[in-house]
């Protein structure tokens, strides 16, 4: 739906922040923590119940379609940041282009 065309596009190491010296971590940090505010302030014009956490559920939506597809355990809580329970898992690398061939998995939804 256009992302890699965007991550083409972008010059620096990050694709959402323009930290003004990214080697300075207190200054991503200070970007990163705009950008998650933006991002937060958005959602809730979509979705305003407070009693709905609506990024943390992108998380629980995202494990539901993974399960639907058949992922591999180990590949989503690799993509989502979770700590894989099994030693098995520790064996290998996951690379980008594995885990891009996971992602390209998911169902689209058509705009």
């Not at 991503?28 to 559920?57: G, M, Y």
Request: hydrophobic fraction near 35%; proline fraction near 7%.
């Amino acid at each position: 739906m256009g992302f890699p065309e965007f991550v083409r596009t972008q010059d620096g190491p990050y694709l959402f922040l323009t930290p003004q010296d990214p080697n300075d971590r207190d200054s991503v940090l200070k970007n990163l923590a705009t950008a998650k505010n933006r991002l937060t302030e958005f959602v809730r014009e979509v979705v305003s119940d407070p009693k709905v956490q609506p990024n943390h559920a992108w998380r629980h939506r995202f494990e539901t379609l993974s399960r639907r597809i058949g992922l591999r355990n180990e590949i989503t809580n690799m993509i989502t940041g979770h700590v894989n329970e099994d030693t098995a898992s520790e064996y290998g690398d996951y690379t980008i282009p594995d885990l891009a061939a996971a992602i390209a998995r998911f169902p689209r939804i058509e705009l």
